[in-house]
Nanobody, 121 residues
């Protein structure tokens, strides 16, 4: 089992920044990567970014490239999502998950409870 806990959400004005954190614990060696997904009201959950624990290879959705940066601290089993130049359309519940590093939700086995990000215009 892997436990995943997100933190860092909140309310921010458009153009502002937020940093989300995701702490993983338990059998973390069983998953090679961590990913961030988001779900806006009335919409399906979508991929945001992913990073591999080993080597740090990253993957981003086109909608966040150049604005969001995913990083990891292996010693702390923690992954971060730095979100800059936020837009109202970034408003969603953001979920962190442990899996294999692709954009496919089906390849993530353990999920956090989510943290709300609200961007006001």
């Amino acid at each position: 089992q892997v436990q995943v806990v997100e933190s860092g959400g909140g309310l921010v004005q458009a153009g502002g920044s937020l940093r989300l954190s995701c702490a993983a614990s338990g059998r973390t060696f069983s998953n090679s990567a961590m990913g961030w997904f988001r779900q806006a009201p009335g919409r399906e959950r979508e991929f945001v970014a992913a990073i591999r624990w080993s080597g740090g290879r990253t993957l981003y959705a086109d909608s966040v490239k150049g604005r969001f940066t995913i990083s990891r601290d292996n010693a702390k089993n923690t992954v971060y999502l730095q979100m800059n130049s936020l837009k109202p359309e970034d408003t969603a519940v953001y979920y962190c998950a442990a899996g294999r590093g692709s954009s496919d939700m089906g390849e993530y086995d353990y999920w956090g409870q989510g943290t709300q990000v609200t961007v006001s215009s």
